[in-house]
């Protein structure tokens, strides 16, 4: 193949040669000329049309490579090659979340972005220190809960080890401790608070936020369970609700109950899926303005979790009732394990102390000669 001719421009070292457009237009193409570090260097500035590349420009592309300012097209090329190679935080969390099942995904990308990815996103887990971390921790706390800090960590571990596993990475250099919290709180209502809030979510005008809250009462199902359910998941026929991607895993089951039927047999259907739809028919993300206007209007305490709490109310009334054991609170809360339902175990053994001592009593009026008061179970 002949050697194309070149043609010099009046700067030094630039030079073009005659080459065709995509569109089939005459179009330079521009080359520099220059030394570094005692090593002649010639490379392709750019095209006059597809990259806007001018004598003058390639000009000041030589000069900044000259001084060192701007890395040569062969270093750019290896920065690329080895950028592709290395497996930052950010190219882990890509990979990770493409392996990683629906459930908790999007809080997952939401703690990632805004704390994970503006510190390392570009830093292999080899390069975190322990000072980054304390660091981090000390950032999240202004504004958050240490429960959120734990979560953040637990990402930023399971992001690493997904990498190691694989030989993507290497391990931090140091043990990655994780803050111990105590996070299970288990919210309350008196009769009388339960009372007004009833009352409150009667008279609000919105259906779909009064129904929310409801259910949410009647079943125990959390936030994200009542979002993510569509009617298809309703078997009235047999009376059970369908839960897709709860907390716990795999989907479950759960008995619907009279209130929970009456309920959604009433509650007012759009064109969308579900129950509870967000503006545009899909799944809905947020309720918590209208929540916490009804728990505003109810007067409840300020530390109350309107959705979470009705979840805790619905264990508790189960619990203190004496008739329902922990195994089968369990169940019907979809807890993965028992070690949850046991935050409960104290209004069980109330339950059964009341029990106990209704036996006592009646067998002290028994040895005191008096008649006791029993129900004639045969009624």
């Known amino acids: 193949m002949p050697k194309q001719q070149r043609f010099k421009t009046k700067y030094p070292g630039v030079y073009f040669i005659e080459g065709t457009s995509a569109d089939g237009r005459p179009e330079r193409i521009y080359y520099i000329v220059y030394r ?3 090593k002649l260097i010639e490379e392709k500035a750019g095209r006059q ?14 000069t900044q490579r000259i001084e060192g300012d701007e890395p040569t097209n062969q270093e ?6 080895q950028t592709q190679e290395t497996w930052t935080l950010g190219r882990l969390w890509d990979e990770y979340r493409v392996n990683k099942t629906l459930k908790g995904i999007s809080q997952d990308r939401s703690r990632f972005e805004r ?3 503006p510190l390392w996103g570009d830093k292999e ?44 990475c290497n391990p931090l250099s140091f043990h990655l401790e994780m803050p111990k919290v105590n996070n299970l709180k288990t919210e309350d209502l008196t009769p009388e608070q339960l009372a007004r809030l009833l009352e409150a979510i009667e008279q609000d005008v919105n259906v779909q936020a009064a129904n929310f809250m409801k259910l949410a009462l009647f079943t125990g199902m959390r936030r994200g369970e009542l979002f993510r359910l569509q009617w298809q998941d309703l078997d009235f026929e047999r009376g059970f609700i369908h839960i897709r991607y709860p907390k716990g895993g795999q989907d479950q089951k759960i008995p619907l109950n009279e209130p929970a039927r009456a309920l959604l047999l009433s509650h007012p259907r759009t064109d969308s899926p579900f129950i509870f739809p967000g503006r545009d028919g899909g799944r809905r993300v947020d309720i918590n303005k209208q929540v916490n206007r009804i728990k505003k209007v109810a007067g409840l305490p300020k530390d109350f979790r309107a959705l979470h709490g009705l979840r805790h109310v619905y264990a508790s ?10 195994y089968t609170l ?17 209004l069980r053994d109330k339950a059964l102390r009341r029990a106990s ?18 129900a004639n179970l045969e009624e």
């Open 36 to 38: 570094k570090q005692g």
């Open 49 to 62: 049309f597809k990259n806007d590349m001018t004598p003058a420009r390639a000009a000041r592309i030589r």
């Open 76 to 81: 750019q090329r290896e920065a690329a090659r």
């Open 115 to 117: 704390y994970i990815r």
């Open 125 to 168: 887990p080899h390069e975190i220190t322990a000072l980054e971390i304390d660091r981090l921790r000390l950032r999240v706390l202004k504004d958050k809960a240490p429960q959120t800090v734990k979560l953040t960590l637990s990402l930023l571990r399971r992001i690493v080890n997904f990498g190691v596993k694989r030989q993507l």
């Open 317 to 326: 009334m189960l619990a203190s009732s004496g008739q329902v054991d922990l």
């Open 330 to 346: 369990q169940k019907l809360l979809t807890h993965k394990s028992s070690a949850m339902t046991m935050r409960y175990a104290h």
């Open 357 to 374: 001592d209704l036996a006592g009593n009646l067998l002290e009026q028994v040895v005191n000669g008096q008649k006791p008061k029993i």
